[in-house]
């Protein structure tokens, strides 16, 4: 069995664990999702985390009461080989940590460097991640209470190119090209948009929004030993 942390900061946090579930099924992999709320959650049986996106500054304040964000980055440095997927807000976590720790990834990063909330967009983005089995197993999802049908229900890139991927990007920051001396696994024209330093991945996009399960089953994978190396 497998304990996923889903880290319960702010953001879409239960579409990532409906695509770690999806992806687990695919995978046949036994997964428990810990909803981790407060430091003393982040302990050791934590096997890989996500750490979902949002509004970073808003994350940071409110994990301060429990000490939950500080309890990752400790977790992250005692177990630095298991695996985290950090999407947009949870990018900016892994480059930017608070105090005095060293940043998590070697990428720098700039906050809402795509402009204000209403230049948010959804572009296909080229995808190189190191995967043994691709997943895309699709989650039928219904419309909520309202009649929302959620974004990108479907989410397969229009792309025929099997490397591209559906990127969402919603009040996104900016990889600083100069800046980044780890692996680049995602690129939207110039622009770096997803990096790998070891077992981290950060992305500035939401895949979870989309019906393409490639960075969880990577997470899965990966936290199974089953993942190629680069
Ligand atoms: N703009 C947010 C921040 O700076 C990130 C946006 C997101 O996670 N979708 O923290």
């Not at 579930?21 to 999702?33: H, T």
């Not at 060293?102 to 959804?122: D, H, K, L």
Request: glycine fraction near 8%.
């Amino acid at each position: 069995m497998l304990r996923i942390g889903l880290a319960m900061l702010q953001g879409a946090r239960h579409e990532h664990e409906e695509a770690l579930l999806a992806s687990a099924m695919d995978l046949e992999l036994d997964v428990e999702i810990v909803y981790l709320r407060s430091a003393k959650d982040v302990d050791e049986t934590i096997d890989a985390l996500v750490l979902p996106g949002g509004e970073s500054t808003a994350m940071r304040k409110a994990s301060t009461s429990e000490g939950l964000l500080d309890g990752i980055y400790s977790w992250m440095e005692h177990h630095s080989n298991r695996p985290v997927l950090g999407t947009c807000a949870g990018a900016i976590l892994l480059a930017m940590p608070d105090g005095s720790r060293s940043p998590f990834i070697r990428a720098g990063i700039s906050r809402n460097a795509w402009g204000r909330q209403r230049q948010s967009f959804e572009a296909d983005v080229a995808v190189d991640l190191p995967l043994h089995v691709s997943s895309n197993a699709k989650v039928e999802r219904t419309p909520d209470e309202f009649g929302h049908t959620p974004l990108a229900v479907d989410g397969q890139s229009k792309n025929e190119d099997s490397s591209s991927f559906p990127g969402v990007f919603i009040r996104a920051p900016r990889f600083e090209l100069e800046s980044v001396t780890c692996d680049v696994i995602a690129r939207f024209g110039n622009e770096i948009v997803g990096v790998m330093d070891g077992s981290k991945c950060a992305v500035t996009f939401h895949p979870e929004l989309t019906g393409d399960r490639r960075f969880h089953t990577w997470l899965l994978q990966q936290t199974t030993g089953q993942a190629p190396t680069n």
